[in-house]
């Protein structure tokens, strides 16, 4: 599966950004797909996830209300529309999936492929 992030930029806090995550070389429907995140500096975190039914979305309590993840089986893409964003969810955003099984995972080492990243920078 080859994943391509998309959708990245710069805005002002509190403006909003939508990511895309296109799959090629592979469907991945049957897969639980991850948004992850990082920070000059920082280890990748966990940003919210999906099953591969595209129920049971899970975000961490920091994005829970201001982040939404949904799937689009038709385009194969799998997006995360991010809200009221601020200086810091600055960092290069990556989408991943977990071909594993079980459903969604917030460790990184549980996802077998991952997309190049695209920039999000929220200026103050």
């Known amino acids: 599966v080859q994943l391509q992030a998309s959708g990245g930029g710069l805005v002002q806090a509190g403006g909003s950004l939508r990511l895309s995550c296109a799959a090629s070389?592979?469907?991945?429907?049957?897969?639980?797909v991850g948004w992850f995140r990082q920070a000059p500096g920082k280890e990748r975190e966990f940003v919210a996830a999906?099953?591969?039914?595209?129920?049971?979305?899970y975000y961490t309590e920091s994005e829970k209300g201001r982040f939404t993840i949904s799937r689009d089986s038709a385009k194969n893409t799998v997006n995360l529309q991010m809200n009221s964003l601020k200086p810091e969810d600055t960092a290069v955003y990556y989408c991943?999936?977990?071909?594993?099984?079980?459903?969604?995972?917030?460790?990184?080492?549980?996802?077998?492929?991952w997309g190049q990243g695209t920039q999000v920078t929220v200026s103050s």
């Open positions: 070389g592979r469907t991945f429907s049957r897969y639980d």
């Open positions: 991943a999936v977990k071909v594993s099984g079980g459903g969604w995972s917030l460790r990184t080492n549980e996802y077998a492929y």
């Open positions: 999906i099953n591969w039914s595209g129920s049971n979305p």
